[in-house]
């Protein structure tokens, strides 16, 4: 499918091939086959830019199409000191990305929005962490030194940076 150019005059009816014409080039617009190359630029789009400086240990190295994927969660608590569960990016990275886990409160009930956790002066003895980070997700690890609570839902949040899968 490819688009094709069409007009109507004031008060025409359009006939049923252009009608068609109309099916068609939604339809190439919808594949994207409608859209010529280079026609949708960086600056249509506000895109971020494609080069990221990004230091691996003591390297230096630039690297293209970064993926930047953010999210949230809650495990329950089991009293043990370290509680965790796995996490899936929505989508995979071609290499371990970045990822950086932490806690976020506490609630007594399973929490639906993230402003349902809530924290205390004892968050000063509980941390996040990422765990065993692969390509399509990471293990959240919560650690409360005092112990988790079974009646307790301990949120993380967490931000992944990597290059994207092609």
Known sequence: MAFQSWSVVYGEQPSASKWNILGTNDASFNDGTGIADDTILATHTEELPKLVNRQNNTTDNTVEDQLVQV?????????????????????????APIVICNYCGTSTTDPTLISDLSTSAADTNRYGRAMIITTTGFTAGIVDVAGSSASVRYGYTWIAIGSKAR
Request: glycine letters at 16%; hydrophobic letters at 45%; charged letters at 10%.
């Open 71 to 95: 999210g949230w969660g809650f495990i329950i608590g089991d009293t043990t000191v370290g509680i965790q569960e796995a996490v899936t990016f929505p989508v995979a990275y071609d290499s």
